[in-house]
């Protein structure tokens, strides 16, 4: 296709349609199509058609559903933690091979394997690693004379564990985005600094902070937006449990929709974490307008 | 000398710590890989203890490799060709929408809407959780006849494109191109495959549609690593060499293409 046989008309927007059409295709279209069977009840196992009930669904989930807000609450809190965890630890090793290091190379290949690995097969390999009887973490922990943790069968403990998985997966991820702020820092600013006296810590607090912070502020974003969104570590580590305590809302949507067919809830729980998402991601999206102007 | 976080020749003392830390956060990093290639290479019965040396400690086996391609050889090889089947034909078809999108919207001017809108409306797409499609989804699969379809699990890994119209509309220099495909196509040449290989990895490693829509024809790699959880409990071996299966190709393209990881995961946010 020779560029002077066809108008510009055509190319510009020839281009442009499939990919529009595709996304609407498979992102608006299911997603208005979510909207009206919001509204409706629809057990699918045993009602032929869908019923209309209005807000009914919406009601359900919002005043009489303790577990939407126990799930919400969770994936909450495992997005602010995971997230700000990653987001120190990822910091402090950033700064530490930031400076001049052999070897820098080869820290970057190994720390892209977590992130690049498939999410299920984390979950299940450190299903095996956590396990309370013959998992290798407990095995090693009793071998040095201390008791087993019960990481996934304590309620109060499972939480720290799927969060403890996300920090593995993910604070290499914080560290090579970080890493690669640093090193476009402008050097003259620190020669400056140094001239006048001022130690590692205060340039690191007074000049690193400030200068990076748009870009801790976007990837911890970015990362919060995907943490939330969490199924594979529920679905792999814990199965949601124990009782319940580590279900997330994508896996509940999940149950609702896919296990126990009732499409009208589901629906309607799956319009609710959309918004949720929403949020976040205009945030995000008003950050990326900004940076491209 | 003085480095971009300001320190001066560090003391010996300081690089000792510094490295040390370095040391043990690889260790903690790579500890479930080298346990999982351990545990492959053990007996069942071995496979549940916290033993590390081989021959010393216990001895090596190829019980699991044996069991995953010659015991139970079809379901593998199923799973192994579905999931290459199904990586390599959606990144294809999702390179290929978003190069020509990323084309137009570098090369041309959309007066009404504004171009950086339109990337925009694309990036958020990303954003969405892929649960909350699932019931539509589903809906018209069971219309068509289409459930545990190959072709139908491919059709649902094109919601990843978003991810690459944006990287591709991102690769430099875009806007100078004078015709698509005899300048612009291998000008961009190096981008395209490293959003290719991105598009890959991702693919390859999704779950979620997988499990809901291609239980049995059509289940991938991770998908059959979810069923090593039997009902006796978790075979500890077969989880080992199923995982270390599913997780070669992709770390190995992500290896080759390090330098573009960091850029695709943050959207195009973060340049390395």
């Known amino acids: 296709m020779p560029g002077h046989l066809t108008s510009r008309k055509t190319v510009k927007w020839g281009f442009l349609i499939p990919a529009l059409g595709y996304l609407a295709l498979m992102a608006i279209l299911p997603l208005v ?9 629809w057990n ?6 869908p019923v209309w009930v209005g807000l009914n669904n919406y009601k359900y989930f919002l005043f009489e559903d303790p577990r939407f807000w126990h799930d919400l609450g969770f994936t909450v809190m495992y997005v602010s933690l995971s997230v700000s965890a990653e987001l120190v630890i ?12 052999k070897g820098k190379n080869f820290f970057r290949v190994v720390y892209l394997i977590p992130m690049a690995c498939p999410p299920i097969a984390v979950a299940f390999l450190w299903r095996m690693m956590l396990h309370p009887d013959i998992g290798v973490l407990n095995s090693m922990l009793k ?3 201390l008791n087993g943790v019960k990481w996934t069968t304590d309620a109060r403990i499972a939480p720290f ?11 290499p991820f914080m560290f090579l985005a970080l890493l690669a702020a640093f090193q476009s820092l402008p050097i003259e600013l620190y020669q400056a600094a140094a001239v006048d006296g001022a130690n590692a810590w205060q340039m690191f607090v007074s000049l690193t902070l400030p200068l990076i912070t748009p870009v801790i502020v976007t990837i911890s974003l970015i990362r919060a937006i995907d943490a939330f969104k969490l199924f594979e570590l529920v679905f792999g580590i814990t199965g949601a449990g124990p009782g319940g305590a580590t279900e997330s809302l994508s896996y509940y949507t999940y149950l609702i929709g896919m296990k126990w067919f009732k499409l009208g809830r589901g629906s309607a729980i799956s319009w609710l974490f959309v918004i949720v998402l929403l949020i976040l991601a205009m945030i995000l999206i008003s950050r990326f307008k900004k940076q491209r102007t | 000398m003085i480095t971009s976080h300001g320190l001066e020749r560090r003391k010996p003392l300081g690089v000792m710590i510094i490295l040390i830390i370095l ?15 351990i545990t492959s290479f053990k007996e069942p019965g071995d496979s549940y203890k916290a033993t590390f040396i081989p021959f010393k400690q216990f001895k090596p086996t190829v019980y699991a490799w044996h069991d995953a391609f010659v015991t139970t050889r079809d379901r593998t090889l199923r799973s192994l060709r579905n999931s290459i089947i199904i990586a390599t034909f959606s990144s294809a078809a999702s390179l290929m929408l978003g190069a020509f999108a990323g084309y137009s919207l570098a090369r041309y001017q959309f007066k009404k809407w504004k171009n950086k809108d339109i990337a925009l409306w694309i990036l958020s797409q990303r954003m969405f959780p892929p649960v909350a499609v699932l019931i539509p989804y589903f809906l018209i699969m069971q219309k068509l006849h289409l459930l545990d379809n190959v072709l139908a699990v491919m059709l649902d890994f094109f919601a990843d494109l978003p991810k690459d119209i944006e990287e591709a509309a991102l690769i430099d220099g875009c806007g100078h191109f004078m015709a698509f495909f005899r300048i612009a196509l291998p000008i961009a040449a190096p981008g395209l495959v490293a959003v290719y290989v991105l598009s890959f990895i991702f693919s390859w490693n999704e779950f979620l549609f997988v499990v ?5 024809n059509a289940m991938t790699l991770p998908v059959m690593i979810a069923g090593s959880l039997s009902t006796r409990g978790l075979d500890f071996w077969k989880v080992a060499s199923l995982s270390i299966l599913a997780i070669i190709p992709p770390v190995i393209l992500a290896t080759i293409l390090s330098r573009y990881l960091v850029r695709g995961l943050t959207m195009g946010a973060i340049k390395e």
């Open chain 1, 44 to 49: 699918a196992n045993i009602m032929p058609k």
């Open chain 1, 143 to 145: 071998l040095i004379g």
């Open chain 1, 33 to 41: 199509w979510t909207l009206t069977l919001s509204l409706m009840k």
């Open chain 2, 212 to 216: 809901v829509f291609g239980y049995q």
């Open chain 2, 23 to 37: 040391i043990l956060f690889t260790i903690w990093t790579l500890f479930p890989i080298i346990w999982a290639i």
């Open chain 1, 161 to 171: 564990t799927l969060i403890m998985v996300d920090v593995w997966e993910w604070t």
């Open chain 1, 90 to 101: 990822g910091l402090a090793l950033a700064w530490m091979l930031s400076q001049r290091f």
